[in-house]
């Protein structure tokens, strides 16, 4: 019994097989897991009636049977033999993306490529990542090939229980609702390593339950961890902890369970993203991570200085492997921090850095105007002029925000949480002088002026935080927005009418000038 094929796989399949019917001399699939497409390019070579060669390093030609063909010590005598060969045939290399870039094999590719529609023979290389070399881009056809679905991961699943179901030492107790969490949760790994987790559960702990999502959870922390693109953030922020911001709040309590079934079989398509536009310190990146918890969603970070490499291309195939690594992790968040400063020179890349810089913003730009996956993108900027203005066009993103200074009310509330926070209790506190003397102030600003003031009564023989304190750490505090006084009143103005109030309120007048002290 072998594990039934899922739409996209069956997509990517049809496709081979099209291009192989159609006389492609060479294709170029992208995949690790190597066992997997091998079993759909023989089922392709069988539907055909080919024969189908395997080529590795080790083992030399191998026909789909194992058994050796020929021994070749590299791949120029593998392809020179291959190109000796005039039967109808599928040669299949695992190994020759590490030895791509030599000219001997780009020569040797060439010349086979010539002579292979002649002969109805198709070379398909199979490597993790795309790597072909710039004179050969027009060579090849490739193909991405998609990680298990939810129907292939259920179909694993079920082969799995009833081969351990026999097994009296192992108990399998899955409710319906388990079951899909721990399908959905598996949703990015590959065949084998699903399947490793999934035996691990049943032959260590010698059950399979609702508890074994964190097993899942943790495998696919690791495999974030490994790609160096992005950054797993375990966020223990709640919404419980953003002062304010009660529209932005309403928003996304309401699309909360967006990602579940229910939501799909209602008709409601994903969920795109939003941009937080905002003064710095008045909550969006912890508004970011607060949308993790209230979606109980995984929470990545792309951090875009990660994306630029030093060689040639490898910008774009980082951007490219680390929106593909968070589609393996949807659903999921996919936060941008400070968007601004990673697409800033997007405008004079051209004479900077050769147009990498527009390539890879073009490429992210598409990939949110056209991406179907469960990936919900936070995209958080301090300053929207620098910002190409087709990043915000509408169908990229379902809202735009801006977070202003917190107003009366909102302070209220920020007082109180950094004082729980702290534990004291902020009935003991004259919150209204408090308020009063927070105009103008960010969140930020509000919490270290309590963390300040704390520091001071501790260093007071640790008496109680009193009132005065705070006041006395605000009065020695210059607000950004006096310190930033044009650039905040330059915000505001843009937002008007351009962006929704995340608080429900119209942007607040420029804040009074704070005179010295």
């Known amino acids: 019994m072998t594990v039934a094929w899922g739409k996209k796989a069956l997509e990517a399949i049809s496709k081979i097989d ?22 759909a390019i023989a089922e392709v070579a069988e539907a055909q009636k080919k024969n189908l060669y395997i080529w590795t390093l080790t083992d030399g030609i191998v026909d789909k049977s194992g058994m050796r063909i020929v021994r070749c010590d590299g791949p120029r005598e593998a392809l020179t033999h291959i190109r000796k060969q005039e039967r109808r045939a599928i040669w299949l290399l695992l190994d020759l993306h590490h030895f791509i870039n030599d000219p001997a ?8 490529s010539a002579e292979s529609k002649r002969v109805m023979r198709t070379l398909i290389i ?16 490739v193909i991405e090939f998609p990680l298990p679905s939810y129907e292939e991961l259920e179909s694993l699943l079920d082969l799995l229980i009833s081969r351990y179901s026999a097994d009296p030492r192992v108990s399998i107790t899955l409710s319906p609702e388990a079951k899909e969490r721990i399908i959905r949760s598996s949703l990015g790994l590959t065949m084998s390593e699903a399947e490793g987790i999934y035996c691990q559960a049943m032959i260590t702990e010698r059950s399979l339950d609702d508890s074994d999502v964190e097993l899942v959870l943790e495998a696919k922390k690791a495999l974030v961890q490994r790609s160096g693109l992005l950054e797993y953030i375990d966020a223990s922020e709640t919404m419980q902890d953003v002062g304010g911001l009660q529209e932005l709040k309403r928003w996304l309590k309401k699309r909360r369970n967006a990602f579940s079934e229910e939501a799909q079989e209602f008709g409601l398509p994903y969920p795109k993203g ?9 909550g969006k990146s912890l508004c970011a991570k607060a949308i993790s918890r209230l979606w109980r969603l995984p929470l990545l970070r792309l951090d875009v200085s990660r994306i630029f490499g030093k060689y040639i291309g490898s910008s774009e195939q980082n951007i490219r492997r680390g929106l593909q690594m968070a589609e393996t992790m949807a659903p999921c968040v996919l936060w941008v921090d400070e968007v601004e400063k990673a697409f800033s020179g997007v405008k004079s890349s051209g004479m900077s850095d050769a147009g990498t810089t527009a390539r890879v913003f073009g490429y992210f730009l598409t990939w949110l105007q056209e991406k179907e996956s469960a990936v919900f993108v936070v995209c958080t900027a301090n300053d929207i002029s620098q910002l190409p203005p087709e990043f915000i066009r509408r169908g ?5 925000f801006f977070v202003d200074l917190p107003n009366p009310e909102e302070r209220r509330e920020i007082f109180s949480i950094h004082l729980r926070k702290r534990k004291r209790d902020p009935k003991n506190f004259d919150l209204n002088a408090l308020v009063a003397a ?5 969140g930020a600003e509000i919490e270290q002026a309590v963390i300040s003031a704390l520091y001071d009564a501790f260093d007071d023989n640790m008496r109680q935080l009193k009132t005065e304190d705070i006041l006395r750490a605000l009065k020695e505090t210059v607000p950004l927005s006096v310190t930033m006084r044009e650039g905040v009143e330059g915000l505001r103005r843009w937002a008007k009418g351009r962006a929704r109030p995340a608080s429900g309120t119209l942007p607040q007048a420029p804040p009074p000038q704070i005179g010295p002290l």
């Open 18 to 39: 099209l291009l192989i019917r159609s006389r492609y001399p060479l294709l170029y699939v992208v995949s690790c897991e190597e066992l997997r497409v091998r079993r």
């Open 105 to 112: 094999i780009i020569r040797l590719l060439k010349e086979i």
């Open 126 to 141: 199979l490597a993790p990542s795309l790597n072909i070399p710039p004179d050969m881009d027009k060579d090849f056809e």
């Open 274 to 282: 939003v941009v937080m536009i905002g003064i710095q310190g008045c």
């Open 396 to 400: 990229r993103f379902d809202e735009i």
């Open 438 to 442: 927070s105009e103008g102030f960010t």
